[in-house]
């Protein structure tokens, strides 16, 4: 039915990887999710060709058809969802599962994807199904395949900070990537409003027309930049300055004392910050905070200021590597979070000449 009306003869020129994005983006195109989620598909093919929408199977077992008729090799791997709790192994019940994605083969590569997903990557899954393993439905077979990606979602924030006596002004631009993006992508897409919302409950202080959305297509790194203004912190003839502003979290997300269960961070994650800072006229640098570097299996953290001319220039960057730790580190893991909320809030201070 569906290899009748769209025109799959056009896909025998494509390259795998061609046929594999054109296939995910025609589906994503031209059918929707209901929200509802479900292994099983909901109604036929063709009530689903003319409908145009349906559950979580109806369009990824769709997808998987669509592209074995172009020679993709593609199976479903059923999942269970966060919500709906991690699938026990040793007895994997049936109704354990609630949802199915794409596992397909392309160039010997094996990508995971879900044409639910509209403001996904074609190679990407959503949060709600990185939920530990997934059972691959091939005939005779038992194959569990991780879930958690292993590329770590990264967040670079450059800024340029201006200060004086009276004022405090920020240029500020953003890039996200991977799981980052595709957050930021369902929060506000295109949406002015909403991301100067967000900004706004951060802390920052926008000026009318300062912020833009430079790109937030799926394929690309979401990316956005603005100008903030707010005034000096002066304390006894001393300018003080967060060279990451509202960037850095200021509470540990880890509160207990001790843990018994792993930690699902559910991706790796990566946050790189650079800052510039210029002198304000009349001032010198007082103060900047050490230089600091860690780096092992689970973690790693790099901070450093230089006094340059007339401008201070910052970097800091950390990364949690793993997208589950153990409980047994649980209390480096606590650590970490407190070494990071320490030393990205640090000031660099100045005083007059």
């Not at 996200?176 to 409950?201: C, P, Y």
């Not at 002198?279 to 570097?293: A, C, L, T, W």
Request: aromatic share 12%.
């Amino acid at each position: 039915i569906a290899t009748k009306q769209f025109d799959l003869k056009s896909f025998t020129t494509k390259t795998p990887q061609e046929k594999f994005d054109s296939i995910m983006t025609l589906v994503k195109n031209n059918f929707s999710w209901n929200k509802t989620n479900s292994k099983f598909a909901s109604k036929s093919p063709k009530n689903f060709l003319k409908d145009k929408y349906g559950n979580a199977a109806d369009i990824n077992l769709f997808t998987i058809g669509l592209l074995n008729a172009v020679g993709i090799e593609a199976v479903p791997v059923i999942v269970s969802t966060r919500k709906n709790g991690r699938i026990k192994y040793d007895y994997p019940f049936s109704h354990f599962f609630n949802y199915v994605i794409i596992f397909a083969t392309i160039d010997g590569k094996n990508i995971l994807a879900d044409a639910t997903e509209p403001q996904a990557a074609n190679d990407q899954i959503s949060i709600k199904c990185m939920n530990d393993k997934g059972l691959i439905i091939k005939k005779d077979q038992v194959n569990w395949i991780m879930l958690q990606p292993l590329l770590a979602a990264k967040k670079f924030s450059k800024m340029v900070i201006d200060i004086s006596d009276l004022s405090q002004s920020a240029s500020i631009e953003t890039t996200e990537t991977n799981q980052d993006a595709l957050n930021s992508r369902n929060e506000f897409a295109s949406d002015m409003n909403a991301l100067k919302k967000s900004l706004t409950n951060k802390g920052y202080n926008l000026p009318d027309s300062s912020l833009s959305i430079v790109s937030s297509l799926p394929k690309m790194p979401y990316q956005f930049k603005y100008k903030t203004v707010d005034n000096p912190e002066i304390i006894n003839g001393k300018i003080y300055v967060s060279p990451f502003l509202h960037e850095i979290v200021k509470d540990n997300p880890l509160k207990q004392p001790t843990r018994t269960y792993p930690i699902d961070m559910t991706y790796p994650t990566k946050r790189a910050y650079y800052s510039v800072i210029n002198s304000p006229k009349g001032y010198k640098v007082d103060f900047v905070p050490e230089k600091i570097r860690i780096d092992n299996d689970l973690f790693e953290m790099d901070y450093n200021a230089v006094v340059d001319a007339n401008k201070v220039v910052v970097s800091y960057s950390y990364y949690f590597k793993l997208p589950i730790y153990n409980a047994v580190d649980y209390e480096k893991i606590k650590y970490y979070f407190n070494e990071i909320i320490k030393k990205g809030n640090e000031k660099i201070s100045f005083v007059k000449n």
